[in-house]
């Protein structure tokens, strides 16, 4: 069975730094796509950027230079670098994953990690 955990959420200063990672594991065959999603309190969830398993990478405009995100495929997992954080940045972080098992190919998606940013 394969999971995604994501750690690294808490409650941080705006204009402070924080780093989440998520890794996956079970019975992975390989690693497309990685992202990172955030729900803001009564708000959909919306697309904060991804990672291809070659390195390119993608963000939501409103987010480019604030956000960085890696991976370690030999780790199988995905990290979000935030740094000069905003209140509105305040939400559960969720990370997802293209992964190919033996039998499937489908999106998951992991637990999500709170993010509280005070002003």
């Known amino acids: 069975q394969v999971q995604l955990v994501e750690s690294g959420g808490g409650l941080v200063q705006a204009g402070e730094s924080v780093r989440l990672s998520c890794v996956a594991s079970g019975n992975i065959f390989a690693i497309n796509d990685m992202g990172w999603y955030r729900q803001a309190p009564g708000n959909e969830r919306v697309l904060v950027g991804s990672?291809?398993?070659?390195?390119?990478?993608k963000y939501a405009d409103s987010l480019k230079g604030r956000f960085t995100i890696s991976r370690d495929n030999a780790k199988k997992m995905v990290y979000l670098q935030m740094n000069n954080l905003k209140p509105e940045d305040t939400g559960v972080y969720y990370c997802n994953a293209e992964i190919f098992t033996r039998t499937l190919f489908r999106t998951y998606w992991g637990q999500g990690t709170q993010v509280t940013v005070s002003s």
């Open positions: 990672i291809s398993s070659g390195g390119a990478t």
